[in-house]
C-alpha cells in the first residue's frame, strides 16, 4: 500500500472489506459500490484507504460541540495522506444528560462503536470522544474489535470569570452549590455563577474524568503525543485532529492494530499517570474495562503499590489550583511524562509507531513553568488515589486521598446510614436528621447492580443543617463513584456492593466505622459473628431482573468495580495476565 491507495491484490482492504453475505461476494461488492457512487464517490476514490471517522456529535452533547470542525479537520489528514475519510455516527453520551447515569449507557456505546467498526469497511478508525464515558466506550470498543484505531478527544472548554474570580466546570459549580447550600449566596448569585462556570464547548476545565481519560489516551500511546491537552476551540485542536487522520492511513498501512498499542506496558504507564495527574476515581474503573477487552486483570493491590511511590505532580483542580488551559500550555502530557521517567516504560510502542521514550526526546520541556511540579516539591506526596481493604470492602474500595481533607484521612465515627439514593434525597437535609461533623455518613445500593449503573451519587451532600454551620467536610461512604471533578474525604466503590449481599448491606446506624488510609483500612468495627447474624436475619434479596431490555441485560450481565463495571459477555475470551505486572 503506497500513498494511501489500497492494495489491490488484499482482498480484505478498503471497500472489499466485511461484504455483506448474498452468497455471490462478486455481487456483494458490486452492489456496495453501487450504492456508495450515489453519493458522488468515483473509482478510484473507492480504491483508497478507508478510513472510518467515529461521529459522536449531538445537541445534548456540548462536550463535543466542535465535532464538525473535528471531523472536517481529520478528513483533511486523511486525504492529505491519499486515503478515504468517511464518517458515521454512534450513540453519543453527556454526563448532564443520561438519565440514570452515563455510566449506565457506557457499555451500549461500547457496543456501539465495536460493532459498527465491524459492520463497515474501514482500514483504520478513528475515535473522536470526549465526555466521561465516551473515550473509554471508544477503547472498549475498538479494543475487542480490533483494527489500527487512534483516539482523538475534543478537548477541554475555555474557563469563564464570575466578579473577578476565574471559574471553570465543574470543580467550581461543586464548590459554589455547596456555598448555596449553606445560605453563604443567594439565588441571584447562584443563577448568576450558572451563566459563567461554562466558557466554551468542550470538556470540562480541571482534572475530572473528561480530563484524565484523555491524559490517559495519551500516556498509553493510543492518541497522538501533546494531544490531550488543546482546549476544544483552538487552532491546537484543529491541528491536532489535521495530524490525526494523517496518522490514521499510516497505522492502516502499517497494520498497527489496538492490541499492539495497548500492551502491559502501556497500562502501567497509564496508571502511573492516572496517579500523577491526581486524576478522576472513574479511571481505575475505566483502564479496568479496556484492560479486560484485552484479557487483562486490573490488580488493586500492585495498583496501590504504585500510587505509594507515585506523586501527584499535576496542579490542577480539584487537587490543585489550575485548569486544563494551563497545563496545555505549560507542556501537557509530555511534561508529566519527562518528570515521570524513570517510573514509566519508554519502549512502549505508540500509535506513531515509535517508543514513547522516541517521543520525548523530540519534546521541548526545558522552560519553566508553574503546573507541572518537579518530584521534588509535589502536589501530594503520595498517589492521588488510595485502595482500602477490610471487613467492610473485602473486594476493595478506593479513596481520592488529594482531595480529601488531611484530618479526615484517619478517622472514626458513627455511621448515619442511608439505604439509597431516593432515602438520601428525602432525609439528608431533615432538622430531626440525628447528624453531627463529626460522623460517617454511609450510602448504600447505589453500586453496579443496585442502582443499576453505578452512578455519581457517591459525593453525599452535606446535610443542610451541618452546612449551615459551616462544615465543609465528611468521611461519606458509597458503593458507588463520584465525579472526578468533586473535592472531599469520599470512600467509594466499596465491593462487593451491597445489592448483592456484600458487607455495606449490613451497616446500621450507630455503627463504629474506621477510615485509615495510612493502614489502607475500611473496617465497621462489629465482630464477624454479628455481621453473619444480620446476613442470616435480614437476607439480601439482588434487584428483580427487568423483564426486558437494555436494563435486564445490564443487571444479569455486569460486573463488579474492580473488573470495570463491564459486561461479562465482553471481556476477552481468555486471560492474559494482570496490570500492573508483578514486580
Known amino acids: 500500500m503506497a500513498d494511501g ?96 447515569t452515563s455510566m449506565y449507557l457506557r457499555n451500549l456505546m461500547s457496543m456501539d462503536t465495536e460493532e459498527m467498526i465491524n459492520a463497515l469497511p474501514l482500514d483504520a478508525v478513528v475515535l473522536i470522544g ?71 464547548v468542550g470538556t470540562c476545565s480541571v482534572m475530572g474524568t473528561a480530563s484524565t481519560m484523555a491524559g490517559i489516551a495519551e500516556a498509553m500511546g493510543i492518541a497522538l503525543p501533546g494531544s490531550a491537552t488543546p482546549p476544544a476551540v483552538t487552532a491546537d485542536r484543529m491541528r491536532i485532529a489535521e495530524q490525526t487522520g494523517t496518522r490514521a492511513v499510516g497505522i492502516a498501512r502499517e497494520r498497527l492494530t489496538i492490541d499492539r498499542i495497548l500492551t502491559e506496558s502501556s497500562f502501567e504507564n497509564a496508571l502511573r499517570v492516572l496517579l500523577a495527574l491526581g486524576g478522576s476515581t472513574n479511571g481505575i474503573v475505566h483502564l479496568a474495562a479496556v484492560a479486560g477487552r484485552l484479557g487483562f486483570d486490573l490488580d488493586l493491590e500492585r495498583f496501590d503499590r504504585l500510587s505509594r511511590e507515585t506523586p501527584v505532580l499535576v496542579n490542577l483542580k480539584p487537587a490543585g489550583t489550575h485548569y486544563m488551559e494551563d497545563l496545555h500550555r505549560a507542556g501537557g502530557i509530555p511534561m508529566l511524562l519527562e518528570r515521570l521517567r524513570d517510573l514509566i516504560d519508554l519502549d512502549a510502542l505508540t500509535i506513531t509507531g515509535r517508543t514513547l521514550g522516541e517521543e520525548l526526546a523530540e519534546r521541548d520541556t526545558s522552560f519553566p513553568q508553574e503546573v507541572v511540579r518537579p518530584r521534588e516539591d509535589p502536589i501530594y506526596p503520595a498517589g492521588s488515589i488510595a485502595v482500602l481493604r477490610g471487613n467492610l470492602a473485602p473486594g476493595g474500595a478506593i479513596i481520592k486521598q488529594a482531595a480529601a481533607t488531611p484530618e479526615l484521612l484517619e478517622h472514626t465515627g ?98 463504629t466505622v474506621r477510615l485509615s488510609v495510612t493502614d489502607r483500612v475500611l473496617s465497621l468495627e462489629v465482630s464477624d459473628d454479628e455481621l453473619a447474624r444480620r446476613a442470616e436475619g435480614q437476607p439480601v434479596t439482588r434487584p428483580a431482573t427487568p423483564a426486558r431490555g437494555y436494563r435486564k441485560l445490564f443487571v444479569d450481565e455486569v460486573t463488579q468495580a474492580e473488573e470495570g463495571v463491564d459486561f461479562r459477555f465482553l471481556q476477552a475470551e481468555s486471560k492474559r495476565g494482570a496490570v500492573p505486572r508483578a514486580r
Open 130 to 200: 470526549g465526555c466521561d464515558k465516551t473515550v473509554p466506550a471508544q477503547l472498549m470498543g475498538a479494543a475487542s474489535a480490533g483494527i489500527p484505531a487512534i483516539q482523538l478527544v475534543t478537548g477541554s472548554m475555555l474557563t469563564g470569570g464570575h466578579r473577578g474570580e476565574r471559574v471553570g466546570a465543574c470543580t467550581d459549580c461543586r464548590a459554589f452549590w455547596g456555598r448555596y447550600r449553606g445560605d453563604e449566596i443567594d439565588d441571584q448569585e447562584i443563577s448568576e455563577v450558572n451563566s459563567s462556570l461554562v466558557g466554551s
Open 414 to 511: 458513627r455511621a448515619v446510614m442511608f439505604e439509597n439514593s431516593a432515602d438520601m434525597a428525602e432525609r439528608i437535609d431533615s432538622e430531626d436528621l440525628d447528624v453531627r461533623a463529626d460522623d460517617v455518613l454511609v450510602l448504600k445500593n447505589i453500586g453496579p447492580t443496585g442502582a443499576p449503573g453505578m452512578p455519581e451519587a457517591g459525593y453525599i451532600p452535606i446535610p443542610k443543617k451541618l452546612a449551615r454551620q459551616g462544615v465543609k467536610d465528611m468521611v461519606r461512604i458509597s458503593d458507588g463513584r463520584m465525579s472526578g471533578t468533586a473535592r472531599g474525604t469520599i470512600v467509594l466503590h466499596v465491593s462487593p456492593e451491597s445489592a448483592i449481599g456484600g458487607p455495606l448491606a449490613y451497616v446500621r446506624d450507630g455503627d
Open 5 to 100: 491507495v489500497r492494495d489491490a491484490d488484499d482482498p480484505t482492504q478498503g471497500m472489499t472489506r466485511g461484504l455483506p453475505n448474498y452468497g455471490d461476494s462478486g455481487f456483494s461488492l458490486f452492489l456496495r459500490k453501487a450504492f456508495i457512487k450515489g453519493a458522488g464517490y468515483t473509482d478510484e476514490a473507492l480504491d483508497r484507504t478507508v478510513v472510518g471517522i467515529v461521529n459522536t456529535g449531538s445537541g445534548f452533547n456540548p462536550c463535543h460541540g466542535n465535532m464538525p470542525q473535528l471531523i472536517e479537520a481529520v478528513k483533511r489528514g486523511v486525504m492529505l495522506a491519499g486515503g478515504l475519510p468517511v464518517d458515521f455516527p454512534t450513540i453519543s453520551l453527556h454526563e448532564s444528560f443520561s438519565n440514570p
